[in-house]
């Protein structure tokens, strides 16, 4: 990861689901979650992406708020979202600058090819902008609820 626990969140302004927009700027004081998932409507960025949406009555008592990103286009996000009723916004990164500001573009392998891709990671920033915990090569079940924990404990 290219970011490290303490430091200030890299700067972002993303195009989300919903014709919204999220940036890092509108989101100062109050904590909040990227999560970097591979591809939208694939089997393990859906139930990544239900997990969170179950999680976020958790999270709102603390203000948190919860942004997946990923380098699909807005139109696969907005069908994405519509499909399974995600209330929290996507955002889209096609040009991976964030992506890659927060350490989420790494070199991964498949039969034997490499090839850059997204690793499925977290990160919790905290109210001041700062970066509070970082989950890299995350495993699905039972991340949301960490996650919800980890948020808990910062509030």
């Not at 195009?15 to 990227?34: E, M, N, Q």
């Not at 907005?78 to 790494?106: C, H, M, R």
């Not at 990160?123 to 495993?139: M, N, R, S």
Request: proline share 6%; charged share 20%.
């Amino acid at each position: 990861m290219s970011i490290a626990i303490g430091q200030p969140a890299p700067d972002f302004t993303l195009p989300a689901s919903g014709g919204r927009t999220v940036s890092l700027a509108t989101l100062k004081g109050k904590p909040f979650v990227l999560y970097f998932y591979p591809k939208a409507d694939t089997p393990g960025c859906t139930t990544e992406a239900c997990a969170f949406e179950e999680a976020l009555p958790q999270l709102g008592h603390t203000g948190a708020m919860v942004i997946g990103v990923s380098k699909d286009s807005i139109k696969a996000i907005e069908k994405f979202a519509a499909k399974y009723n995600l209330t929290f916004p996507l955002a889209s990164d096609p040009e991976t600058k964030v992506i890659e500001a927060y350490g989420a573009w790494q070199e991964k392998s498949m039969y034997g090819k490499k090839y850059m891709g997204i690793e499925r990671s977290t990160v919790l920033v905290d109210a001041k902008g700062k970066i509070a915990k970082i989950w890299p090569k995350v495993k699905i079940a039972g991340h949301a609820v960490e996650v919800s924990q980890a948020v808990k404990e910062l509030a």
